[in-house]
């Protein structure tokens, strides 16, 4: 079966030009060796390269590939666990990252090297020695210098030479040319290359040595001025700046120059607010910009109109998400602009306000995210994850404010998809622990949610010495709140290990000590867990304190809330003899888990949903599930024994299965469950047809629905044999073209070869003449 193709490369937003020898290169490396790297100056086009050379190689990774951005990083701890995040692995670890490798024919994408470079050498040399089917991409100014490491220096766009003759059609001849031109187009329309304009335009990429962000960012001032104008301005910049940097390799002094260039052209509210902007790490929304970039020559209500100016001018760029509207910069710009801030005092100032503007942040979602906005808080705090690190890093940097780091990383506490990982949390805990050992209650705070961390890890030994001195800190201080907190998760570490009814006495005391507090997401929590314990106690109190929380949840609107609590109510009416009604209650559950994107309810979810139509003599389907359940498991790391309140229920629906169904036939269905994708799982529970099984082909009799009329044409071309060149020549079109169609084809019928279109094509053909 045709496996679907999986990643997160994103969808190219503008043209592709040129790059043609560098394409074919890159791929035949990555088919020789094990790893390429793509060297050259900031701006070069080293990071679009890597992610069209992944795109075009698609078909031959199977297993997926995926774009390890590691600009926002600060601290080198987080390498693996971000390599780990994107592609699934949620144990940050290098062993189990390995593990996850281990098998999968897939292609890692690591771009911006450069600042952790050893890291990335060890870490890319373990992980190729480990998985002999990964192949990796990187991108750096240097190489790595990892064993066996094929390098590839990314030149400038092709240019014609300074004693050339300039033709006409100069677009057609020279990448530079055609990319400016391209993008010019799209802010001026009607735009070309003609005889009048090639000389000056040709002039203009050559100073410019073909650095398409050079380019790019020149394209951009054709909105207001003749490219005779812009090399006017250009040459009197070059002659400036080439004096104060002569250390620099051309195309890197003629790269800053432009950059300078562009600052120079902004105003000064600008030029401020650019340099503010660099505080950011990983993009910001306006409401941030206004927070922390007001203020000392920039009003809050001229923020908006300072930011849409940056946003013309090319510095910042604009990304529209379901949240709102966000601003990204690239990070060449970025670290210009904190380069222009020379008084340290300043950048102080500056990091201070971005800091306290995250733990703002933090705090907010941690007091309000118990209700409507629940959603919204948890894309949110994803979000600003690179934001929140950065202020992390520089809390425990600064002497004397790690005691900011010990609020941010507690008050993430109850958003558990908040970190990457729960090992996340615990880095910035531990560290920030550490550092401020002084008696306060952030860290007697800190304790008991490093301690919930740790637990959810699957390390109950770590836990308890942190309980331990998260109670006598808030004993010692008199702080309630703390002391409710403690009591909360000494109770959820009892629920861990199975023990019932010391879980039952510690949560149902968690409760009212929250209530009493006026902590109602704090109470929720706890009370979601003491429905937990009463269900597998056999508790009679069990069905109140269920509908208790969903009734509560749903009052406040609490999506992800209200999918556990559906669980847990779910959980109860089949412990009690229920499975009719318990079955819609727990697909009820399922298909919010999905649209909170919680892989780890979802896996809970199927777990239910098989010991529920276990019962119910479905004993196939049943079988089918926790292969299911089980696939969800490893795909996020993980399994039930980490989980002991809920792996007693599994194998004795385990055993009773493989009993009735026999072995093999146990097997079967378990093994069925288990090779199918997420969205396949789900469909499956819920018994709901999906659009299409995933990876298997489209049916022979209907291959020409999906695809359009040039598609069509093309591929009955592909059918009689044609290549790529010939289907061009035939058709009057680009070569690029018309392998573009051809790639299409292939996707949208997921096929693997010309000769299955061939195949289908005829098979097509021969119905027509029946």
């Given at each position: 079966m045709?496996r679907?193709?999986?990643?997160?490369?994103?969808?190219?937003?503008t043209?592709f030009?040129?790059?043609?020898?560098?394409?074919?290169e890159t791929?035949r490396?990555?088919?020789?060796?094990r790893?390429?790297?793509?060297?050259?100056p900031g701006?070069?086009g080293?990071t679009?390269?890597a992610?069209?050379?992944?795109a075009?190689?698609s078909?031959v990774?199977?297993?997926g590939m995926w774009?390890?951005?590691?600009?926002?990083?600060t601290?080198?701890?987080?390498l693996?666990?971000?390599i780990?995040e994107?592609?699934?692995?949620h144990h940050?670890?290098?062993a189990?990252?390995?593990?996850?490798?281990?098998g999968?024919?897939?292609?890692?994408?690591l771009?911006n090297c450069?600042?952790?470079?050893n890291?990335?050498?060890?870490l890319a040399?373990?992980?190729l020695?480990?998985?002999p089917e990964l192949?990796?991409?990187?991108?750096s100014?240097?190489?790595?210098?990892v064993?066996?490491?094929?390098?590839?220096?990314?030149?400038?766009?092709?240019?014609?030479g300074?004693d050339?003759?300039?033709?006409?059609?100069?677009?057609?001849h020279y990448e530079?040319?055609?990319?400016?031109?391209d993008?010019?187009?799209?802010v001026?329309?009607?735009?070309?290359?003609n005889?009048?304009?090639?000389?000056?335009v040709?002039?203009l990429?050559r100073?410019?040595?073909?650095?398409?962000l050079?380019?790019?960012?020149a394209?951009?001032?054709m909105?207001?001025?003749?490219?005779d104008q812009?090399?006017d301005?250009l040459?009197?910049?070059?002659?400036?700046?080439s004096?104060?940097?002569?250390?620099?390799v051309?195309r890197?002094?003629?790269?800053?120059t432009?950059?300078d260039?562009?600052?120079?052209l902004?105003?000064?509210?600008?030029?401020?607010?650019?340099e503010?902007?660099s505080v950011?790490s990983g993009?910001c929304d306006?409401e941030?910009v206004?927070e922390?970039?007001?203020?000392?020559?920039?009003?809050r209500?001229d923020?908006?109109?300072?930011l849409t100016?940056?946003?013309?001018k090319s510095?910042?760029r604009?990304?529209?998400q379901?949240s709102?509207m966000?601003y990204?910069?690239l990070?060449?710009?970025?670290?210009?602009g904190?380069?222009r801030?020379?008084?340290?005092?300043?950048r102080?100032?500056?990091?201070?306000?971005?800091r306290?503007?995250?733990?703002?942040l933090?705090?907010?979602?941690?007091?309000?995210w118990?209700?409507e906005?629940?959603?919204?808080w948890?894309?949110r705090?994803?979000?600003?994850?690179?934001n929140?690190?950065?202020?992390?890093?520089f809390s425990?940097?600064?002497?004397?404010?790690?005691?900011?780091?010990l609020?941010?990383?507690?008050a993430?506490w109850?958003?558990?998809?908040?970190?990457?990982?729960p090992?996340e949390?615990?880095?910035w805990?531990?560290?920030?622990?550490?550092?401020?050992?002084?008696?306060?209650?952030?860290r007697?705070k800190?304790?008991?949610?490093?301690?919930?961390?740790?637990?959810?890890q699957?390390d109950?030994?770590a836990?308890r010495?942190?309980?331990?001195?998260?109670?006598?800190?808030?004993?010692?201080?008199?702080?309630e709140?703390q002391?409710?907190?403690?009591?909360?998760?000494t109770?959820?570490?009892?629920l861990?290990a199975?023990?019932f009814?010391?879980?039952?006495t510690l949560?149902?005391?968690?409760?009212?000590?929250?209530?009493?507090?006026?902590?109602?997401?704090h109470?929720w929590?706890a009370?979601?867990q003491?429905?937990?314990a009463?269900?597998l106690?056999?508790?009679?109190r069990?069905?109140a304190?269920?509908q208790?929380?969903?009734e509560?949840?749903?009052r406040v609107?609490?999506?992800w809330?209200?999918?556990?609590?559906?669980?847990?109510?779910?959980?109860?009416?089949?412990?009690?003899?229920d499975?009719g009604s318990a079955?819609?209650m727990?697909r009820d559950a399922?298909r919010?888990?999905?649209?909170?994107n919680d892989?780890?309810g979802i896996?809970?979810?199927?777990?239910?949903?098989?010991?529920?139509?276990?019962?119910?003599?479905?004993?196939?389907?049943a079988?089918q599930?926790l292969?299911?359940?089980?696939?969800?498991?490893?795909?996020?790391?993980?399994s039930?024994s980490?989980?002991g309140?809920?792996?007693?229920?599994h194998?004795?629906c385990e055993?009773r299965?493989?009993?009735?169904?026999?072995?093999?036939?146990f097997t079967a269905?378990?093994?069925?469950g288990?090779e199918?994708t997420?969205d396949?799982?789900?469909?499956?529970a819920l018994e709901?047809?999906?659009?299409r099984?995933a990876g298997s082909a489209?049916?022979e009799?209907?291959?020409?629905?999906v695809l359009?009329?040039?598609?069509?044409e093309?591929a009955?071309l592909v059918?009689r044999g044609?290549?790529?060149?010939q289907?061009?020549?035939?058709?009057v079109?680009a070569?690029?073209?018309a392998?573009g169609?051809?790639?299409n084809i292939?996707?949208?019928?997921?096929f693997t070869?010309r000769?299955?279109?061939?195949k289908?094509?005829?098979?097509r053909?021969?119905?027509?003449?029946?």
């Amino acid at each position: 079966m045709t496996r679907r193709h999986t990643g997160n490369l994103p969808a190219e937003l503008t043209s592709f030009v040129g790059r043609r020898h560098e394409l074919a290169e890159t791929k035949r490396l990555l088919a020789a060796g094990r790893m390429v790297t793509l060297t050259g100056p900031g701006g070069v086009g080293k990071t679009r390269l890597a992610m069209r050379v992944a795109a075009e190689m698609s078909r031959v990774f199977p297993d997926g590939m995926w774009l390890i951005d590691l600009a926002p990083l600060t601290a080198e701890e987080l390498l693996t666990e971000t390599i780990g995040e994107t592609i699934g692995c949620h144990h940050p670890d290098v062993a189990s990252l390995s593990e996850h490798l281990l098998g999968k024919r897939l292609l890692l994408v690591l771009d911006n090297c450069e600042h952790l470079l050893n890291e990335c050498a060890i870490l890319a040399g373990k992980l190729l020695s480990a998985a002999p089917e990964l192949r990796i991409l990187a991108t750096s100014r240097q190489s790595l210098g990892v064993q066996s490491e094929h390098l590839l220096e990314v030149p400038p766009l092709t240019v014609p030479g300074a004693d050339e003759t300039v033709l006409a059609d100069a677009e057609a001849h020279y990448e530079a040319v055609r990319l400016f031109a391209d993008r010019v187009a799209a802010v001026v329309p009607g735009f070309t290359v003609n005889e009048a304009n090639s000389g000056a335009v040709t002039q203009l990429c050559r100073r410019l040595d073909g650095i398409p962000l050079a380019i790019e960012l020149a394209a951009v001032r054709m909105r207001a001025l003749s490219v005779d104008q812009i090399l006017d301005r250009l040459n009197d910049r070059f002659q400036l700046l080439s004096k104060g940097h002569m250390v620099a390799v051309p195309r890197q002094r003629t790269l800053q120059t432009l950059v300078d260039w562009s600052h120079h052209l902004c105003s000064p509210e600008e030029r401020t607010l650019w340099e503010r902007l660099s505080v950011f790490s990983g993009g910001c929304d306006l409401e941030a910009v206004e927070e922390v970039c007001s203020g000392d020559g920039i009003t809050r209500e001229d923020v908006l109109h300072v930011l849409t100016e940056l946003v013309d001018k090319s510095i910042l760029r604009r990304k529209t998400q379901s949240s709102g509207m966000r601003y990204e910069m690239l990070e060449t710009l970025r670290q210009y602009g904190w380069e222009r801030i020379a008084d340290p005092q300043q950048r102080t100032a500056l990091r201070l306000r971005h800091r306290d503007w995250c733990r703002d942040l933090a705090a907010r979602a941690e007091a309000e995210w118990f209700g409507e906005h629940q959603m919204e808080w948890l894309v949110r705090i994803r979000q600003e994850q690179a934001n929140v690190r950065a202020a992390l890093e520089f809390s425990l940097s600064e002497p004397g404010q790690a005691w900011a780091a010990l609020e941010i990383a507690a008050a993430m506490w109850s958003h558990r998809l908040s970190w990457s990982s729960p090992s996340e949390g615990h880095h910035w805990l531990e560290r920030a622990l550490a550092q401020e050992p002084g008696p306060s209650a952030a860290r007697a705070k800190a304790l008991w949610v490093d301690a919930w961390l740790v637990l959810l890890q699957g390390d109950p030994l770590a836990a308890r010495p942190l309980l331990r001195e998260s109670r006598a800190l808030a004993e010692q201080l008199g702080d309630e709140a703390q002391l409710a907190g403690t009591v909360h998760i000494t109770g959820f570490a009892a629920l861990l290990a199975g023990d019932f009814a010391r879980a039952y006495t510690l949560l149902e005391d968690a409760v009212a000590r929250r209530r009493a507090l006026g902590h109602p997401g704090h109470a929720w929590v706890a009370l979601f867990q003491l429905s937990i314990a009463a269900v597998l106690l056999g508790d009679d109190r069990s069905t109140a304190l269920c509908q208790e929380a969903l009734e509560l949840s749903r009052r406040v609107n609490a999506d992800w809330s209200v999918s556990y609590a559906l669980w847990v109510t779910a959980l109860d009416r089949w412990r009690r003899g229920d499975p009719g009604s318990a079955l819609p209650m727990m697909r009820d559950a399922l298909r919010l888990k999905l649209r909170c994107n919680d892989h780890l309810g979802i896996a809970q979810c199927l777990e239910g949903l098989a010991w529920i139509m276990a019962d119910q003599q479905r004993d196939k389907r049943a079988a089918q599930l926790l292969g299911a359940a089980q696939m969800v498991w490893r795909s996020i790391e993980t399994s039930l024994s980490g989980l002991g309140h809920l792996a007693g229920l599994h194998i004795l629906c385990e055993a009773r299965l493989r009993e009735s169904l026999r072995e093999e036939a146990f097997t079967a269905a378990f093994t069925y469950g288990s090779e199918l994708t997420l969205d396949q799982a789900v469909a499956h529970a819920l018994e709901e047809k999906p659009s299409r099984e995933a990876g298997s082909a489209q049916p022979e009799s209907d291959v020409a629905s999906v695809l359009t009329r040039r598609e069509r044409e093309i591929a009955e071309l592909v059918a009689r044999g044609l290549s790529n060149k010939q289907i061009a020549e035939t058709l009057v079109i680009a070569q690029r073209t018309a392998e573009g169609h051809v790639e299409n084809i292939l996707r949208k019928l997921s096929f693997t070869s010309r000769s299955q279109v061939a195949k289908a094509w005829s098979s097509r053909q021969r119905a027509g003449r029946q």
